[in-house]
Structures are given as C-alpha cells and as structure tokens.
C-alpha cells in the first residue's frame, strides 16, 4: 500500500460525459501528478501540482483540468468524453518538487468510455 | 530529454538473480536514473534511483557505470511476484519532476 488513494477504481460513461477522478496523496506529501495509461500511448504523464499551484504539464488535453484543493487532495476532471479516453488514470505524490524525490502511486481508476 | 532503451521482454528462473540493463547513454550530469515497476495494471512501483554511485536497498541494486551511460537493475532472488515491467527512467532535469515512462521490460519469473 502506497499511501496515495484513488476514487473510484472503476468508472463507466458514455461518449460526451464529463466525470471527475479524486486522489488524496500521502501524508505529508506537496506534489501530486497525474498519469494516463492506456494501450497504445503507454504511461503519459498529465499534470502536475504542488502545494496547490500547477507546476508542470505534459500531454493533458484541453477537454482535461485538474487542480489541487488546501487539504492537497486533487481531482482530475474530464469532459467532453470520447472512446479513445477509456484508460488507466494514476495518480502519484510526493514530498516536494526536488528530482531526488521518488514518487509513490496510487491504485488508479479505470475509465471505460462507451 | 534523456531517453533509455530497454530489452522488451527477458525471462528469469525462480530464485536466480535477475540482472535488467538499462542503456542511456545521452544522460545529462545531474540526472538520476529511476527504477519503476508495474505488477499487472496496479499503479508503477518505486524501485530504487541513483545518481552516479551503485545503490542497493531492500528490493534491488542499482548498478551504473562509470560513464553513467548504462545501468543494471539487480533483482538478487527473483520470486513468481516479481513477475512486471520494469521501467527505466531517468529524471530530466529541465521539465519539473515528471516520469517519462518507455517501453520497459517485461519480465517473467518462471517457477
């Protein structure tokens, strides 16, 4: 158990919903990144916040926002859904921002989108 | 961005060392190299990460060398739970602290 929780674990919707993904980092920890995982792209990174602020983004689509609330849970929002959405969302933490930092990730949720 | 370049998939036998190489070889100074796991679609595992010295904790040792140009994660007693994908990563040092995840190898532990 790494610490990092995701809800839901499962999610199924259709194509044009919008649903949203929570994460609660470990104890302690500042940074929370988001991962996709799906098929053919592999584990992509989204986006990543520390201590409520963005710092960095990788390849998150338009139709995808994020942010990271006081208590440093964060949510993942999609809209818009299309098929090519269904995938694995990881979610990851860490104490900072330093590159020495490992980080620890949580269970993930799969989305299914139909 | 450093890239590294991974066997797709090895083999290893229950109980033996397995030895996973790891080439990248346009590695900047201060960028480490990262080790991850990923037992069947549960989220990636850290392993272990070094800079330049070898490292060895309670799940591996990370061997580098002296160039810094080539890796080997060491799995010294491998069991049928080792049996993931292992990712070679190194952290790139302009770009915050995201993980670009390859290819990795695929690693079957057979009884």
């Known amino acids: 158990d790494s610490g990092v929780t995701q809800t839901p674990k499962h999610l199924i919707t259709a194509t044009g919903q919008r649903v949203t993904l929570r994460c609660s980092p470990r104890?302690?920890?500042?940074?929370v990144y988001w991962y996709q995982q799906s098929l053919d792209q592999g584990l992509q990174f989204l986006i990543q916040?520390?201590?409520?602020?963005?710092?960095a983004k990788g390849n998150i689509l338009e139709r995808f926002s994020a942010q990271q609330f006081p208590d440093l849970h964060s949510e993942l929002n999609l809209s818009s859904l299309e098929l090519g959405d269904s995938a694995l969302y990881f979610c990851a933490s860490s104490p900072g921002t330093a590159t020495s930092y490992e980080q620890y990730f949580g269970p993930g949720t799969r989305l299914t989108v139909t | 961005d450093a890239k590294t370049t991974q066997p797709p998939s090895m083999d290893c036998a229950e109980g033996r060392a397995a030895n996973l190489p790891c080439n990248h070889s346009t590695i900047s100074g201060n960028e480490y190299v990262y080790w991850y796991r990923q037992i069947h679609s549960q989220g990636p595992q850290y392993i272990i990460h070094?800079?330049?010295n070898n490292e060895t904790n309670e799940m591996a040792s990370l061997i580098i060398t002296e160039d810094r140009k080539s890796s080997t994660l060491i799995l010294p007693h491998a069991t049928l739970r080792d049996t993931a994908v292992y990712y070679c990563i190194v952290r790139p040092k302009a770009a915050g602290n995201k993980l670009t995840f390859g290819g990795g190898t695929r690693v079957l532990v057979k009884p």
């Open positions: 070094g800079l330049k």
């Open positions: 916040y520390y201590n409520g602020e963005e710092r």
């Open positions: 104890s302690g920890d500042l940074s």
